[in-house]
C-alpha cells in the first residue's frame, strides 16, 4: 500500500511551496517507507509514497502517461485483484505495459475509460489522476471504502490526502473543531457519519464515490450502490456460490512480491482465510506463517458472558495443527496496551477504539518484522449477519444504530455549553434514519428480510468502516498491508439479496458460511459460536487507564475540562458496571480510555474550538 497526497490550485503557482508539499508527503511515511516520487507543476502537485508489494522495481510513482495528445499522471494507493483481466482487455485495445503493476493498469485504465474506469476495477483502492492539458483532477475511492482518502476544499483550490495528519501540515487547514465536530467525538464516536472528518472543513470521498475538481469547482459521483434483487437460487446453488466468491477472493489477495501472512484469531473468519491460503501456500511448496494476539493473565481473568462464551486459544491450538505450518504469538502486557493508547490516536489522527485499537497496531508492529501484507477476516459479520444485532430480535427491531444504544449516557458527560447547542436525539437519529431509508428493499419482501436489509446498509455504512479506519490506520502505521477478502464487492452484492432463512443456516449466526466453507475447518471451529476480538480482561488494565484520566482531571488546564463534565468523568471510573459505549467492543474500562485519548487529541494536534 501507498500513501498520497497533493494539491490542485488555479490561484497560485505551486511550485513555490515544495516545503509545504513535502512537509505533507513525509507525514505519510509509514504507510510507504520503501520509496517517494513527486510530480510539481504551476497547477497541480501530486506526491507518493510507496509501500512495494508488486512489480517492486517499475512500480514507481507518481507515474505518467502520454496518449494522443493528453498527459495523465496518477497516484495511487491500492491493489487490484483483476489486474491481468484488466491488462488484457487493454491490451486488446491496443495498450502497452512496461510493468507488472496494477498502477500502470489502472492509468491506462482512467485513460481509456475516464470515470468509467473505477466499474472494471475489483480491489481497495483510492487515487487521483490529474489530466494536464484539461487542467482536471479526478478522484476515486473504492466500493467498500478499505482505503482512505480525506479532502478539504479551500480559497486555492482543493487539498487531498491519505491521511488527516498529512492534511493538516498544509499551511492552508488549521486544526480547528466546530460544534458538530464535538457531536461526532461524543455521540457518534469512535465511529463517524459517511464523508465527515471531524476536523472543521476536512472531508472524506466516500466509499464508492469519485469526484472531479477543475475551475468550476468539486463535483462528486456515486458510481456503484447495492441492488434488491429476488433472490432465485435454491439453497445448495446459493452454498456453491457462497464457496467459490470466497475462496476465490482469499485466493486472488494472495498475490504479492514480499511475504504474506494471516491473522488467526481462532475464529471462523480468519479461521477460513488461513484454510484457504494454507492450501495454496501447500500447492507451491511454502509454508504458510500465522499470527494470533492474547494478554498477559488473560487466562487467570477470562470469564464467560454472552457475547464470548469460551476464549480463543484452544481454538487457535486446534488450528494450528490443522494447518500444520508456522505459527505466532503476540502476547501482550498491560503497560504496552496502555502506552498503545497513544500511538493509536497517531495513528488515527482521531480518538480511536481505546485497546481495540492498540492492541492491533501492537500485534501489526509484531508481524511486520516478518511479513509485509497480511490477511484479515474483517466484515463477514457483517455481510452474512454475525453480529448479536442481527440474531437478537429485540435488538434487532428497536429503533435506532444497535451498536449505539448509548446517547443519553454519552451525552451526560458533555458540559452545559455544548450540550446546550446539540439536539442529540436527532443528530443520531437523523443519521440512522438516513441511512435506513437507502436500504435497497422489494415490495415483496417479508418484514424480516426487508429489516435485513435496513440491517445490512447500516452495518456496511457504519459499523464495517469504522472497523476498516481501525485496521488500515493501525496496520500501515507499521508498514503492513492488510487486505480484507470478505470486502469484495461480489460477495457483498451477492449476499446482500440472499434470504435471512438462509443466512441463518441451523440458527447459526454465519450459518450459511459456515455450511459453505465445509472441508476447509475441523468441526470445533466450523460450528464454534462466535466470539468477538479478543481484548484484555486483565483489571490492571482499568487501574491503569483510570490512573491516567485521574491524572487528566487533576490539571484544570486539561483540554478534555472544556468539554467534559469532570464530576462525569470521576463517576466514570468509580462505577463497576459494563455499561456499553459502542458495543459490546467498548464498555466501561474502554470508556475511560477514550477519554485519554480525546484529552491527548486536543493536546497533540493543538485542538481549537471555533
Not at 79 to 96: M, P, Q, V, W
Not at 446 to 457: L, Q, Y
Not at 582 to 587: A, I, K, N, P, V
Request: some cysteine; overall charge negative; glycine content about 4%.
Amino acid at each position: 500500500m501507498c500513501g498520497i497526497c497533493g494539491q490542485i490550485s488555479f490561484c497560485r503557482n505551486l511550485e513555490e511551496y515544495k516545503e509545504y508539499f513535502y512537509n505533507m508527503q513525509n507525514k505519510l511515511i509509514s504507510r510507504g517507507p520503501d520509496q517517494h516520487g513527486e510530480y510539481f507543476s504551476p497547477d497541480a502537485v501530486l506526491m507518493h509514497r510507496r509501500l512495494a508489494v508488486i512489480d517492486i522495481e517499475r512500480g514507481k510513482q507518481p507515474m505518467t502517461y502520454a496518449v494522443g495528445n493528453e498527459v495523465f499522471t496518477i497516484c495511487y494507493n491500492g491493489e487490484l485483484y483483476n489486474t491481468e483481466e484488466i491488462r488484457n482487455k487493454l491490451e486488446s485495445r491496443g495498450y502497452n505495459f512496461f510493468s507488472h503493476s496494477d498502477t500502470e493498469v489502472v492509468l491506462k485504465a482512467y485513460c481509456e475509460y475516464r470515470e468509467k474506469c473505477v466499474d472494471l476495477l475489483n480491489g481497495i483502492f483510492s487515487f487521483g489522476v490529474w489530466e494536464h492539458e484539461n487542467k482536471r483532477l479526478f478522484l476515486a475511492r473504492d466500493r467498500m471504502g478499505v482505503k482512505p482518502l480525506f479532502y478539504s476544499c479551500c480559497k486555492d483550490g482543493i487539498i487531498f490526502a491519505s491521511e488527516i495528519k498529512s492534511l493538516l501540515e498544509n499551511h492552508e487547514i488549521e486544526a480547528e473543531i466546530d460544534i458538530n465536530s464535538l457531536a461526532e467525538i461524543m455521540l457518534i464516536g469512535p465511529g463517524r457519519t459517511p464523508g465527515c472528518g471531524v476536523f472543521k472543513n476536512i472531508e472524506e470521498i466516500k466509499p464508492a464515490h469519485y469526484a472531479f475538481f477543475d475551475k468550476h469547482g468539486l463535483r462528486i459521483h456515486k458510481y456503484w450502490s447495492l441492488e434488491c434483487l429476488e433472490h432465485t437460487d435454491s439453497f445448495e446453488t446459493t452454498v456453491e456460490k457462497v464457496r467459490f466468491l470466497v475462496t476465490d477472493s482469499i485466493k486472488r489477495q494472495l498475490v504479492s512480491d514480499v511475504p504474506l501472512c494471516t491473522f488467526l484469531s481462532g475464529g471462523l473468519d480468519s479461521s477460513i482465510i488461513s484454510s484457504v491460503a494454507n492450501e495454496a501456500f501447500k500447492e507451491k511448496g511454502e509454508m504458510l506463517h500465522t499470527f494470533s494476539v492474547d494478554y498477559v493473565d488473560n487466562d487467570k481473568y477470562f470469564k464467560k458472558s454472552k457475547f464470548q462464551p469460551n476464549s480463543d486459544p484452544e481454538f487457535i491450538h486446534i488450528m494450528e495443527r490443522y494447518l500444520d505450518g508456522k505459527h505466532h504469538w503476540v502476547v501482550i502486557d498491560t503497560e504496552e496496551l496502555v502506552n498503545a493508547l497513544f500511538y493509536a490516536v497517531d495513528a488515527r489522527d482521531l480518538p480511536g477504539m481505546a485497546d481495540v485499537d492498540s492492541s492491533m497496531l501492537l500485534l501489526c508492529r509484531a508481524i511486520k518484522e516478518q511479513a509485509t501484507v497480511a490477511l484479515s477476516g474483517e466484515c463477514a459479520d457483517e455481510i452474512f449477519g454475525g453480529y448479536p444485532w442481527y440474531r437478537d430480535k429485540t435488538v434487532r427491531m428497536t429503533d435506532g444504530f444497535p451498536w449505539a444504544q448509548s446517547t443519553d449516557y454519552r451525552f451526560s458527560f458533555l458540559k452545559e455549553e455544548f450540550s446546550t447547542q446539540i439536539d442529540a436525539h436527532d443528530y443520531v437519529y437523523s443519521r440512522y434514519k438516513n441511512t435506513i431509508t437507502e436500504a435497497p428493499k422489494r415490495a415483496d419482501m417479508t418484514a424480516d428480510d426487508s429489516r435485513m436489509a435496513e440491517m445490512m446498509k447500516l452495518n456496511l455504512d457504519w459499523f464495517m468502516q469504522t472497523l476498516l479506519d481501525r485496521k488500515d490506520r493501525m496496520s500501515m502505521y507499521s508498514s503492513l498491508e492488510v487486505r480484507v477478502p470478505f470486502c469484495d464487492h461480489r460477495i457483498v452484492e451477492y449476499l446482500y439479496n440472499v434470504p435471512w432463512e438462509m443466512k441463518d443456516y441451523k440458527n447459526y449466526e454465519k450459518g450459511l458460511l459456515r455450511q459453505a466453507m465445509r472441508g476447509y475447518l475441523p468441526d470445533e471451529v466450523l460450528w464454534r459460536k462466535k466470539s468477538p476480538y479478543p481484548k484484555t480482561h486483565n483489571p490492571a488494565y482499568k487501574h491503569a487507564v483510570s490512573d491516567l484520566l485521574s491524572d487528566i482531571i487533576s490539571n484544570d488546564s486539561s483540554p478534555l475540562l472544556q468539554f467534559v463534565k469532570k464530576e462525569e468523568l470521576i463517576k466514570l471510573m468509580q462505577t463497576d458496571k459494563s455499561q456499553p459505549w459502542y458495543g459490546q467492543l467498548m464498555t466501561t474500562p474502554q470508556t475511560i480510555a477514550y477519554f485519554v485519548q480525546f484529552n491527548y487529541w486536543l493536546e497533540k494536534y493543538k485542538v481549537k474550538f471555533v
